[in-house]
């Protein structure tokens, strides 16, 4: 059955547009450009399939590549990123909008990737950690983390990296109480705050210059 | 100290080490154990804690990473003796070995105060060292002594593995390795040949390394006494990290666990109510205690968890905190179960105080449960396939997880292998196995398929194993100018008991130190000091939280003294510089270090007033003061200084780094931490009802390292006992409110 579905979506998704398909259900992964000859059927078939995935299918940007997803419209998109496309840099830490870890941007906004529901994200741009820079280009912000030594047990950091990286594009020159307002709903047990806001002050005073 | 006294802990000590099976002799004692590393091709091990690869060198550092820094500090001890550069370092952390196992931490539980009795500390270890390697065999990360039980041992690895590799290239050379000198991860001849460790590693391993190798004076160090950019950095700033539920395994699916309310309970019935029917939703397990779920994705198995009906044995204990602490107030009432300071008649001096109604100074002090609240919940990846079961999860006791783990689905240790990943936190938490065991009966019921098992943090919050709820009653007697008298009395579940029951299926016979410890192991000359302990039976799961017994003792403690203090006008610094400087020089220090930072005796602006606290914990001597005002009614917590005396400091940057998470943790629990019990169950769920300090309301943390202290004390813990006094003091000192409950939330009204 989800063998088919997926065959459905990618019918649809091919005739409507992307040459290059991602489709990806919790069982199937469909790549590329498969040929298909169009048949009366086929065009039943695919009506059916288009309703289908009007339901239960995403599009969407994630870190610069475009996905479609099949799965539940309400499951948050944390789990989607976690689960399902196996980006584990997105961390859970409440399912509640409480601690910030979940953090990531929507269409260039902070969001907690644990309230959003994935089915409201069709044709959004999605950055998440891995996005944001990697272990051989780190972005100055990144560079300032590592030089103030900032993480300790680590698993907030990436929300705190996210929520700080938008501060930053908002607001180039932020003060403490700045920093405060845009950061205080992201929870650290480890208490890495003060090298935190530290950091962020360090990445400003860079990319000002 | 009285003779008779240090008599009768050297007897504990060795009863203690008598039923740890010391009759057995020791012989078994002497083998070593077995390296336990098998390297893959390419790879070769010159001793358990170091393996030779094609581009560098793996260090094993054998406890657990859960932010403390551990991993960095223990390569560099090795990294140091074996000549490596630091960007050819990895840290490994090894497999669950008894060859890693932690000595010191067990001799933390021995009923010794820790600066005052270095002989017995001495023949405590090595007791314990016995005991354990016998009966326990338990590799665990805890107690802050990781770096102390280290030092000796893992430069001597790292020493040994540097012989080794020079004899080599001496044999190959036919050079005298006297002739050889090291550097870089190479060996070189004095024309300026090189080779480099890879190439030399196989030869090596055939060498018997000596046994005591020599090691460098700490003057010569290049890299042990430096700020050292952390191994685990990078990975933790760009999400690629694993911890234990982004282990990325092919066909994986998702699993969480409810369990029982009732801490402690079983599960007597369960009714599925279809929700094995649920969309993604494979298979629902019965645990015993708890229910699973397994599914597609995460929240599928979380939100069938909520439609599962289960009737659930019924609560052990009494259902509302307000009994609970009556169970415990109870205690105090009852014989003590230890006296462990009884210096002259602090009785006698109390009752007379009391019959003159003079000088008298009496106070209950009462602080809450508290949940450890990692910033990850509990989780573990699990695979049962081919009749092995593999887990990939963060914990601070390996081995006890691997084998408890393997008597709970009937398996042997010996086919449980324990990946131990990254950890969210731990500050204790991850020293149990609940989780671990729950992840692998998970995998047993569906062989072949990986399971990703995450707690919801509403499951975290109702099920951890508590810090204790504790009450202390005091009674102190003033003299001219210092205290002459005090007498305490702490009530409070054992941690020692607890853990001990579930580590090993027995309490030690011993007094229970974690009880007391942050009490009557304080340094201060005091004629009359008798501290006792009273363990109430609440039948609430208490377990190590950071800093353990001095999470409470110090708060009761070092709040009491102020209040003798300010009950005959002396200034709380001074006074208790006067008991401090006699008994324990490094200590007083620290306090004068502290006060000087925070310019103590200062002029404050108005609406400004500091506290002050100290305690001397895990082997380590730690002062604060702490600065608070008045922000039209509201209290900002402005500034926190803080002076430690470690001893000998390994990595400074690190140490600071963990006072300031030391500090900020026992805030959090000061401000807000409180867990309490409403029919039964836990009445807090998640950070909106179990809040933790923001940033916003975080202080400025200036911290000094000091280094007279004779012997390496901890950092990882050291931090947090003394903030709750120090605030809890310094918002006397700016209101006159004296705060003898936890939290304050409630009582003050912060900025």
């Not at chain 2, 002497?30 to 030779?52: A, D, K």
């Not at chain 2, 102190?476 to 580590?503: C, H, K």
């Not at chain 2, 950092?715 to 310094?730: D, F, H, K, R, Y």
């Amino acid at each position: 059955m989800r063998v088919a579905r997926s065959y459905f979506c990618a019918l649809i998704t091919i005739s409507t547009a992307a040459p290059v398909l991602f489709c990806i259900s919790s069982e199937t992964y469909l790549c590329g450009k498969p040929s298909v000859t169009r048949t009366a059927t086929d065009s039943a078939v695919a009506s059916i399939g288009w309703i289908w995935c009007k339901i239960y299918m995403t599009s969407l940007t994630i870190n610069d590549t475009p996905y479609v997803v099949e799965i539940e419209p309400e499951t948050p998109l944390l789990w989607v990123l976690r689960d399902t496309l196996q980006l584990t840099g997105t961390k859970y830490g409440c399912g509640a909008g409480l601690c910030g870890a979940c953090t990531v941007h929507i269409d260039g906004m902070v969001e907690r990737s644990c309230q959003v529901p994935i089915g409201d994200l069709d044709g959004t741009v999605v950055t998440t950690i891995e996005g944001i820079g990697s272990p051989e280009a780190l972005t100055v912000l990144q560079q300032e983390w590592v030089a103030g030594q900032v993480a300790q047990c680590g698993y907030c950091q990436s929300g705190q990296i996210m929520q700080a990286t938008a501060l930053l594009r908002e607001n180039a020159q932020p003060t403490d109480d700045d920093i405060d307002a845009a950061m205080s709903g992201n929870l650290c047990r480890c208490g890495t705050y003060p090298r935190l806001r530290a950091a962020i002050h360090a990445a400003a005073k860079r990319m000002g210059e | 100290m009285a003779v008779g006294k240090i008599l009768r802990r050297g007897f504990l000590i060795g009863s203690a080490a008598v039923a740890g099976g010391v009759a057995f002799g020791t012989y078994r004692y002497v083998q070593p154990f077995e390296n336990p590393l098998r390297p893959g091709s390419g790879e070769t091990t010159l001793n358990p804690y170091v393996l030779i690869t094609a581009t560098g060198v793996s260090i094993v550092t054998p406890r657990a990473e859960m932010g403390q820094g551990i991993h960095t500090t223990l390569a560099a001890l090795v990294a140091e003796e074996l000549d490596v550069d630091w960007e050819q370092v990895t840290a490994i952390h090894g497999p669950p070995s008894e060859t890693y196992l932690n000595a010191s931490a067990m001799a933390l539980g021995l009923p010794v105060s820790e600066y005052d009795d270095p002989r017995i500390r001495r023949i405590g270890a090595g007791a314990v060292r016995v005991a354990q390697k016998l009966a326990f065999g338990i590799q665990l990360t805890g107690g802050s002594p990781s770096t102390t039980d280290a030092f000796d041992r893992m430069r001597r690895a790292g020493a040994a593995a540097r012989i080794v590799l020079t004899e080599a290239a001496g044999k190959r050379w036919g050079i005298a390795p006297i002739l050889l000198r090291t550097e870089a991860g190479r060996v070189l001849d004095a024309d300026g040949r090189a080779l480099t460790y890879g190439e030399l590693a196989e030869e090596a391993a055939q060498i018997v390394p000596p046994p005591d190798p020599p090691l460098r004076e700490p003057a010569k160090w290049r890299l042990l006494g430096q700020t050292l950019p952390r191994l685990d950095m990078v990975p933790k700033v760009t999400g690629t990290a694993v911890y234990a539920a982004d282990v990325k395994l092919p066909d994986l699916l998702c699993a969480s666990v409810m369990v029982t309310p009732f801490l402690g309970g079983t599960m007597i019935g369960l009714d599925t109510n279809n929700a094995n029917t649920f969309p993604g939703v494979r298979q629902i397990v019965s645990l015993g205690n708890a229910v699973g779920v397994i599914a597609d994705n995460t929240w599928q198995a979380m939100n069938a968890l909520d439609q599962i009906q289960v009737t659930w044995s019924p609560p052990e204990y009494p259902a509302s905190t307000d009994e609970q602490l009556k169970q415990i107030g109870r205690a105090l009432q009852s014989r003590p179960n230890s006296t462990l300071r009884d210096d002259g008649l602090a009785d006698v001096v109390v009752e007379a105080a009391r019959a003159d109604g003079l000088h008298l100074v009496e106070a209950e002090y009462t602080v809450p449960y508290l949940a450890h609240a990692t910033m990850e919940p509990m989780t573990a990846t699990a695979l049962f396939k081919g009749g092995r079961l593999t887990i990939w999860c963060g914990t601070q006791a390996p081995t006890l997880a691997r084998d408890r783990a393997a008597a709970h689905v009937g398996l042997d240790p010996e086919r449980v292998t324990i990946n131990t990943t990254y950890m969210g936190g731990g500050f204790g938490r991850r020293s149990e196995t609940d989780f671990t065991t729950q992840a692998a009966q998970l995998a047993l019921a569906v062989p072949d398929i990986p399971i990703r098992m995450t707690w919801r943090r509403e499951e975290d919050i109702t099920h951890d194993f508590y810090r204790p709820a504790a009450i202390a009653r005091i009674s102190g007697a003033i003299g001219a100018g210092r205290p002459e008298a005090i007498d305490m009395r702490i009530g409070a579940p054992s941690v020692l008991a607890g853990q001990s029951n579930r580590m090993v299926g027995f309490a030690p016979p011993l007094a229970d130190k974690l009880l007391v410890e942050g009490a009557f192991d304080q340094p201060y000359a005091l004629p009359n000091f008798r501290v006792t302990g009273h363990v109430a039976e609440t039948g609430i799961p208490v377990g190590v939280w950071r800093s353990v017994g001095h999470s409470y003792n110090t708060f009761f403690l070092e709040s009491f003294i102020d209040e003798m203090a300010h009950s005959d006008a002396l200034d709380p610094l001074a006074m208790r510089l006067t008991m401090l400087a006699p008994a324990h020089t490094p200590s007083a220090r620290t306090l004068e270090s502290a006060a000087a930072m925070a310019h103590w005796g200062q002029e404050l602006p108005e609406g400004t007033a500091q506290g002050v606290a100290f305690c001397h914990c895990f082997g380590s001597s730690v002062a604060q003061v702490v600065q608070v005002s008045d922000q039209v009614g509201r209290i900002s917590i402005d500034h926190v200084w803080c002076a430690v005396d470690v001893g000998q400091a390994l990595d400074p940057g690190n140490i600071a780094a963990q006072i300031e998470s030391g500090i900020l943790f026992g805030l959090s629990a000061a401000m807000f931490g409180q867990i309490t019990f409403a029919d039964g169950m836990v009445a807090q769920s998640n950070f909106h009802d179990y809040e933790v300090l923001r940033i916003d309301q975080a202080p400025q943390i200036t911290t000094r390292i000091l280094q007279n202290n004779d012997r390496m004390g901890g950092v990882g813990e050291v931090g947090t006992p003394p903030i709750a006094p120090a605030l809890a003091n310094a918002i006397f000192a700016l209101t006159g409110q004296r705060i003898r409950s936890l939290p304050m939330a409630g009582q003050v009204n912060f900025a």
